[in-house]
């Protein structure tokens, strides 16, 4: 046998006692344990659903039926976001009607977006369209502002009034602080 000529033990064993396996899905074993390929512990999953069934949000798995449920509830839950995703929608800044760009997917911000893209390639967003934004403490004066990017360590403030400062400042800064 070739290394290029493998198979999973358990999709062997499923297509041994279920016979085919249907195109787009893949083998899970319903008790999270690789090891136990018994036919009752293989489920077909369709590999579209993979990601959904796997994340956090979704009721934990652990054997046949439950799984069985958890991929129904997936199936319910992408077609709800696939009909969110036809209905119409209302621009909040222009009020033309427009349909979310399915190239998008189901994410947060498609989902619930208000703002149709002609307006938003603008730059202008419907009231109660937000960004979320990352509240940080600033390391120079210790307050809570919405950071504009991941690494902002200083608030607009002090930016301000300190424009060029840079990390090694601000880490000396945080010395003295200590120090006092």
């Avoid at 949000?57 to 054997?63: F, K, N, R, V």
């Avoid at 696939?82 to 947060?108: H, I, M, N, W």
């Avoid at 809570?144 to 601000?170: D, L, M, S, Y």
């Amino acid at each position: 046998m070739s290394k290029d000529n493998w198979e999973f033990k358990h999709y062997i064993v499923y297509r041994e006692v279920h016979g085919s396996i249907p195109d787009g899905y893949d083998i899970v074993c319903a008790d999270k344990n690789p090891f136990n390929c018994q036919p009752e512990n293989l489920v077909a999953v369709p590999h579209r659903l993979m990601a959904r069934i796997n994340s956090t949000d979704t009721p934990d798995w652990h054997d046949a039926e439950s799984l069985r449920q958890c991929v129904a509830l997936c199936e319910l839950a992408s077609g709800i976001h696939k009909a969110e995703l036809s209905v119409p929608r209302t621009c909040g800044v222009c009020g033309k009607t427009f349909l979310p760009d399915p190239s998008k997917g189901a994410d947060y911000q498609n989902r619930y977006r208000k703002t149709c893209p002609e307006c938003r390639a603008q730059g202008l967003k419907a009231h109660g369209e937000r960004t979320v934004k990352l509240l940080v403490t600033c390391c120079v004066c210790g307050k809570q502002f919405p950071a504009r990017a991941k690494n902002q360590k200083r608030c607009p403030e002090c930016i301000a009034i300190h424009p060029k400062w840079g990390a090694k400042r601000h880490a000396d800064l945080e010395e003295r602080k200590r120090k006092d």
